[in-house]
């Protein structure tokens, strides 16, 4: 088999979100919870699901481009779904101007997500 380096910079590209309800994407899924030191993606379902499921939760989830943040929330988001909650998600990069966002936009941006649901 040869090397196609087209096919291994769009497998490895950071900007690329992978979403593990994909089987195309599944299997380049790789679980780093041991390297991180914690099950955060398990941490944040139980919350939801089972430690507050009738309570709203807040949860800030952040790192740097390309850390895998979109990934492990449609990781997620698939979880949760399986446990039949409903899963509003949306790029923030698709909706608002990454260069000058405020508050007021991105509780609009929230807003007008859950409009279209």
């Known amino acids: 088999m040869a090397f196609d380096i087209r096919e291994f910079f769009q497998t490895t590209n950071p900007a690329r979100t992978l979403d593990p309800g994909k089987p195309e994407d599944s299997r380049l899924y790789i679980d780093f919870s041991t390297v991180r ?14 430690y507050e499921p009738e309570n709203p939760t807040c ?50 941006a929230i807003a007008a997500a859950l409009a279209k649901v």
Do not use: N, P
């Not at 030191?37 to 089972?50: A, H, R, V, W």
């Not at 990781?75 to 007021?104: C, N």
């Open 37 to 50: 030191g914690e099950q955060i993606i398990t941490e944040i379902k139980d919350l939801i699901s089972f």
């Open 59 to 108: 949860t800030l989830f952040t790192g740097h481009i390309g850390c895998g943040k979109s990934t492990e929330l449609l990781k997620l988001r698939q979880e949760l779904e399986a446990e039949r909650f409903h899963v509003v998600y949306f790029e923030s990069s698709e909706d608002l101007e990454m260069a000058d966002v405020d508050i007021g936009d991105v509780l609009l």
